[in-house]
């Protein structure tokens, strides 16, 4: 009985946990997208702590690439969550402003607190990968 209590509030402590904690691994999940100049940028939540070293981007050759940002570790700060730019320059990764591409990753609402104000977002590092 106390293994199946101990269980069941393991399993609710975990599904009670903020969407902005994402496990290693996961495909982020994304607030906005957009390319800028040559690179290509992702709006992430961020729990005070994320970088662009907490990311790969992958590509999918194809006729039609397919981009996937991955989170390659969680941001387990305690700050309020926000949105936070992650940028990738394109020619890194095969990628030009005249080839289309697909993006494999979910599209979110950015964190509550930015709900109707979205450009209180946080700068992306400005030395790109």
Same mark, same amino acid.
């Given at each position: 009985?106390? !293994? $199946?209590?101990? =269980? =069941? #509030?393991?399993?609710?402590?975990?599904?009670?946990?903020?969407? #902005?904690?994402?496990?290693?691994?996961?495909? #982020?999940?994304? $607030?906005?997208?957009? /390319?800028?100049?040559?690179?290509?940028?992702?709006? /992430?939540?961020?729990?005070?702590?994320?970088?662009?070293?907490?990311?790969?981007?992958?590509?999918?050759?194809?006729?039609?690439? !397919?981009?996937?940002?991955? @989170?390659? @570790?969680?941001?387990?700060?305690? !700050?309020?969550?926000? #949105?936070?730019?992650?940028?990738?320059?394109?020619?890194?990764?095969? =990628?030009? =402003?005249?080839?289309?591409?697909?993006?494999?990753?979910?599209?979110?609402?950015?964190?509550?607190?930015? $709900?109707?104000?979205?450009?209180?977002?946080?700068?992306?590092?400005?030395?790109?990968?």
């Amino acid at each position: 009985m106390k !293994r $199946h209590a101990a =269980l =069941l #509030a393991m399993t609710f402590t975990i599904s009670c946990l903020s969407p #902005a904690v994402q496990a290693a691994g996961d495909i #982020a999940r994304l $607030h906005g997208i957009g /390319v800028e100049q040559d690179m290509l940028v992702f709006t /992430v939540t961020s729990n005070g702590c994320t970088q662009n070293e907490d990311f790969e981007l992958r590509v999918e050759p194809g006729a039609v690439p !397919r981009v996937t940002l991955m @989170r390659l @570790r969680p941001d387990l700060c305690k !700050r309020v969550p926000l #949105a936070k730019r992650i940028q990738f320059p394109l020619m890194d990764y095969g =990628l030009s =402003l005249d080839t289309p591409f697909a993006i494999g990753n979910p599209l979110v609402p950015p964190p509550a607190k930015f $709900h109707g104000s979205f450009n209180k977002i946080a700068p992306a590092n400005k030395a790109g990968k």
